[in-house]
């Protein structure tokens, strides 16, 4: 069923008395059990590193703990880009696409988009 109309916590409550969240959750749960096991034999480094290196990148320490550094920067950006869009959406009622479109002046496709209903 396709929610219409509905409010992001209309939506919420759709998912949880359907049972999609706890099939996310569950299936989130899998994934994890790698880092579980490492947890339990006490060999957890702190660095999230599964061991997956294809292109052997990881044989030069130095731009590797580099890279390191980096991916977890840019993944503390898009925790702090996320919540900022969730509050934004909880505080205004709209979303970033609506929002950024009722800014005078502003021309853009997003605002095409909406004029002519692909994005509602």
């Given at each position: 069923?396709?929610?219409?109309?509905?409010?992001?916590?209309?939506?919420?409550?759709?998912?949880?008395?359907?049972g999609?969240?706890?099939?996310?959750?569950?299936?989130?749960?899998?994934?994890?059990?790698?880092?579980?096991?490492?947890?339990?034999n006490?060999?957890?480094?702190?660095?999230?590193?599964?061991?997956?290196?294809?292109?052997?990148?990881?044989?030069?320490?130095?731009?590797?703990?580099?890279?390191?550094?980096?991916?977890?920067?840019?993944?503390?950006?898009?925790?702090?880009?996320?919540?900022g869009?969730?509050?934004?959406?909880?505080?205004?009622?709209?979303?970033?696409?609506?929002?950024?479109?009722?800014?005078?002046?502003?021309?853009?496709?997003?605002?095409?988009?909406?004029?002519?209903?692909?994005?509602?």
């Amino acid at each position: 069923k396709w929610y219409s109309g509905e409010k992001m916590w209309g939506l919420h409550e759709a998912s949880i008395k359907s049972g999609a969240l706890w099939q996310v959750l569950f299936f989130i749960g899998l994934l994890e059990i790698p880092f579980l096991l490492k947890l339990a034999n006490g060999s957890v480094d702190g660095t999230g590193d599964l061991g997956f290196d294809p292109l052997g990148m990881a044989q030069d320490s130095e731009s590797f703990n580099k890279r390191q550094v980096t991916e977890v920067k840019n993944g503390r950006l898009a925790m702090i880009a996320i919540s900022g869009m969730t509050h934004h959406y909880f505080l205004t009622g709209k979303g970033p696409i609506e929002f950024i479109t009722q800014i005078p002046n502003f021309k853009s496709c997003a605002a095409a988009a909406v004029s002519t209903q692909l994005c509602r």
